[in-house]
Nanobody, 126 residues
Framework: QVQLAESGGGSVQAGGSLRLSCVASGSIHSSYCMGWYRQAPGKEREGVAGIDSDGSTAYGDSVKGRFTISKDNAKNTLFLQMNSLKPEDTAMYYC????????????????????WGKGTLVTISS
């Protein structure tokens, strides 16, 4: 059983950066995609990024070139480096453990999710 806890959210001006972290406890299957999704009020859930057991990554179209997902296996921690932030990035960000391939998850972040955290709020002002 996996438990996830996000941190690192906050308020930042457009053009700035934030680094989110997600600490995992319990055993994570090596085939899991570990990813991030976000949801803003009144908007659909959006897949942000995912990284699988071999380090391959997938990104949502809206964040490609600006966000980078990574992980530290020794610390059981997932990261999301967010640069060049825009007001439309404002949302609650969640990390998740997913059985499906990451490229599917970022397109439809609703299925194959075995665990997720409570979220961390990111607010970008213009």
């Amino acid at each position: 059983q996996v438990q996830l806890a996000e941190s690192g959210g906050g308020s930042v001006q457009a053009g700035g950066s934030l680094r989110l972290s997600c600490v995992a406890s319990g055993s994570i299957h090596s085939s899991y995609c570990m990813g991030w999704y976000r949801q803003a009020p009144g908007k659909e859930r959006e897949g942000v990024a995912g990284i699988d057991s071999d380090g391959s990554t997938a990104y949502g179209d809206s964040v490609k070139g600006r966000f980078t997902i990574s992980k530290d296996n020794a610390k059981n921690t997932l990261f999301l480096q967010m640069n060049s932030l825009k007001p439309e990035d404002t949302a609650m960000y969640y990390c998740a453990a997913i059985r499906l391939e990451c490229n599917y998850f970022v397109r439809e972040p609703y299925y194959g999710m075995d665990a997720w955290g409570k979220g961390t709020l990111v607010t970008i002002s213009s």
